[in-house]
């Protein structure tokens, strides 16, 4: 996991193992800020985990801890310990949602990248509207 702290800008050759996208590249990348989530974060996993499933694509999900003082970071290990594709950043403090977006980009190595938001809020069909993307 990469902890970004302030005055600092996270950048392609910054991120440790992080690489510009190659032919083994996922064909997406969802990236979601997150503050404060925990109840939500399991659910939106469980959706965004079968919204994916429907693409028949590969993909990485990205979640970037903006800093949170609730279980958000526990919750976000215990997936990425679960679910290969996903990579958590965490942000030493809460810089907010653009810098986090920011680093979300800036770690991307998805061919088509997706911003989403934490709170449930996104519509998780990502399925319709990507499927007709030529990755």
Known sequence: MLKVDEGQTLTKSFAAGVSLP?????????????????????????????????LGRTAEIIYVDDGSTDGSLSV????????GRVRVIALRRNYGQTPAMAA??????????????????????VGERTGRINC
């Open 76 to 83: 976000l290990r215990e997936l990425a310990a679960k679910d």
């Open 104 to 125: 979300g980009i800036d770690a991307a190595r998805g061919k088509v990248l997706i911003p989403m938001d934490a709170d449930l809020q996104n519509d998780l069909q």
């Open 22 to 54: 190659s032919a083994d590249a996922p064909d997406i990348s969802v990236f979601l800020p997150v503050l404060n989530e925990e109840p939500n974060l399991r659910p939106l996993h469980e959706k965004l985990d079968r919204a994916l499933a429907q």
